[in-house]
């Protein structure tokens, strides 16, 4: 059985630094474009940062563009998302997923790809708090 696992998240101060991790069970992240997405409370879950199988294409979210890198470690099965100068505004709970339409459909291209119906495997999720 196919399990996900975030981890990484806490609670920081703003300007601050974390590093979100996602491994799985019985799943190859590097078989997988990967994603990141966040909820924050009263909100739609929304995407954050793509990464097509090969590492090829990268698609960050607008409000995080310059402060977040999504990176992959094969050898470790773990994707990570490096999260830099933390706002208070990216306080949410963050889950990774997998690509589930194939390796070569384009997920990361722009945000009219990076669309959540096309991911799986989802996670329970880290909760990332950034206080001002």
């Known amino acids: 059985q196919v399990q996900v696992v975030e981890s990484g998240g806490g609670l920081v101060q703003a300007g601050g630094s974390l590093r979100l991790s996602c491994t799985a069970s019985?799943?190859?992240?590097?078989?997988?474009?990967m994603g990141w997405f966040r909820q924050a409370p009263g909100k739609e879950r929304e995407g954050v940062s793509c990464i097509s199988w090969s590492g090829g294409t990268i698609y960050y979210e607008d409000s995080v563009k310059g402060r977040f890198t999504i990176s992959r470690d094969n050898a470790k099965n773990t994707l990570y998302l490096q999260m830099n100068s933390l706002k208070p505004k990216a306080s949410a709970m963050y889950y990774c997923a997998a690509g589930v339409r194939g390796r070569v459909y384009d997920y990361c291209s722009g945000s009219w790809r990076f669309l959540q119906a096309d991911f799986g495997y989802w996670g329970q999720g880290t909760q990332v708090t950034v206080s001002s």
């Open positions: 019985e799943l190859t992240l590097d078989d997988y474009a």
